[in-house]
């Protein structure tokens, strides 16, 4: 099973970019439990940034309440991070997780699944 993340770039200060995540595997996805998205500045520990439920509950961690905005398509398996008002601070590595990834048809389960993770540059 792997998470692929796309997204991530270059873009200026006050600028927007939407991050996505897509769970896949030798089978077909038949459940993603919670579905977050992590960022890693440098020199920094990996920290939150939000995550969501199979039941579509959010949270966010305070430096980005009001910007950032997480979503699911569940049908796809895919998580999106929109970020908006970006600034210098947002720069890191952004990594897309899950805790609970089901495969068919053998029913499946993966547990703590990480993404590659994708570079966002903010600059001011």
């Known amino acids: 099973v792997q998470l692929q993340a796309s997204g991530g770039g270059l873009v200026q200060a006050g600028g927007s970019l939407r991050l996505s995540c897509a769970a896949s595997?030798?089978?077909?996805?038949?459940?993603?439990?919670?579905m977050a998205w992590y960022r890693q500045a440098i020199g920094k520990e990996r920290e939150l940034v939000a995550s969501?439920?199979?039941?579509?509950?959010?949270n966010y961690a305070d430096s980005v309440k009001g910007r950032f905005t997480i979503s699911r398509d569940y049908a796809k398996s895919t998580v999106f991070l929109q970020m908006d008002n970006l600034n210098a601070e947002d720069t890191a590595v952004y990594y897309c997780?899950?805790?609970?990834?089901?495969?068919?048809?053998?029913?499946?389960?993966?547990?703590?699944?990480w993404g590659q993770g994708t570079l966002v540059t903010v600059s001011s």
């Open positions: 997780y899950a805790d609970r990834v089901g495969l068919g048809p053998k029913l499946r389960y993966y547990n703590d699944v």
């Open positions: 969501i439920t199979s039941t579509g509950a959010t």
């Open positions: 595997g030798s089978a077909y996805v038949f459940s993603v439990d919670t």
